[in-house]
């Protein structure tokens, strides 16, 4: 999948502390979801389709990817 990243405004949560180990996220105008690492910010990024994203934060929300205890 190619996608133009050039223009990509990233963000973090605003939960996210200063220094921690985050990732930044851009929607991007083609409809794709950017994932990098916030510390690697010229380093390689994922590229969701919009189902993909909705899929993958319903996941989360749900606790479906939580690591068991």
Avoid: H, Y
Avoid at 8 to 30: H, I, M, N, P, Y
Avoid at 48 to 60: M, N, Q, R, S
């Amino acid at each position: 999948m190619n996608g133009d990243l050039s223009g990509a405004r990233w963000f973090k949560s605003s939960r996210s502390e200063t220094g921690s180990q985050c990732v930044e996220v851009a929607f991007l105008d083609s409809g794709m979801v950017g994932i990098r690492d916030s510390k690697n910010s010229t380093g390689p990024a994922l590229m969701f389709a919009p189902g993909e994203w909705d899929a993958f934060t319903a996941g989360v929300v749900s606790g479906e990817l939580d690591s068991p205890a």
